[in-house]
């Protein structure tokens, strides 16, 4: 469920185009703005965004400085929206400090799309962590089963019961 979006550029109409196409495809949201570094700052006091879409050029610095701040305080997904980051070297830098996208604003029309497309793989990280975090546990539980078992000199059939019941659990992953 998406309730909030957080939509940083200094653009006022690029600002209310974003927020537009937002609105078609998520028209339940909170869809909060800021012009500035320091209005994001402002914005994180009173909200939790779901999602972060930012302009890269910000007249107190730039999308790359919310972009850090961002992984190392919400972890929030986080897309550039800009009409220049088309510097090669600008897109490494971004993909690498963990944006999940990047969409130029002459393509501004597919925002929802790609919010969606983040969204729906988020989940199924998450999904998938779940599962990892089961599956290490029924492992560890088995492996201390197997040890206990040792230690208690049972025979080879019942140790080796143990470590086919890992080998599942290990095959699934």
């Known amino acids: 469920m998406l309730d ?5 550029d200094d653009n006022k ?18 869809i909060a703005s800021a012009g500035s570094v320091s209005e994001y700052h ?19 610095g730039t999308g790359l400085d919310i972009l850090i701040h961002n992984k190392a305080n919400q972890n929030t997904p986080f897309i550039f929206l ?11 830098s971004a993909v ?5 996208a990047y969409v130029l604003k002459e393509n501004v029309s597919i925002i929802g799309s790609v919010v969606t497309t983040i969204l729906e ?12 975090i089961f599956i290490k546990d029924r492992i560890e539980y088995q492996c201390n089963k ?4 040792l230690s208690q000199g049972k025979d080879f059939k019942d140790v080796s019961a143990c470590i086919e019941s890992i080998k599942a659990e290990v095959s699934v992953v």
């Not at 800009?82 to 490494?92: F, H, P, Q, R, S």
Request: proline share 4%; net charge negative.
């Open 146 to 149: 197997a040890l206990e078992l």
């Open 42 to 60: 402002e914005k994180l006091n009173w909200m939790n965004p779901d999602v972060i879409i930012c302009d890269y050029q910000l007249p107190d």
């Open 121 to 132: 793989d988020r989940s199924k990280a998450e999904s998938i962590a779940q599962k990892m």
């Open 13 to 30: 109409d690029d600002l209310n185009l974003v927020k537009h196409y937002l609105k078609k495809q998520f028209p339940d949201s909170t």
């Open 82 to 92: 800009t009409g220049i980051l088309n510097d090669e070297e600008k897109v490494a």
């Open 96 to 100: 690498l400090r963990g944006a999940a």
């Open 4 to 8: 909030n979006l957080l939509v940083i």
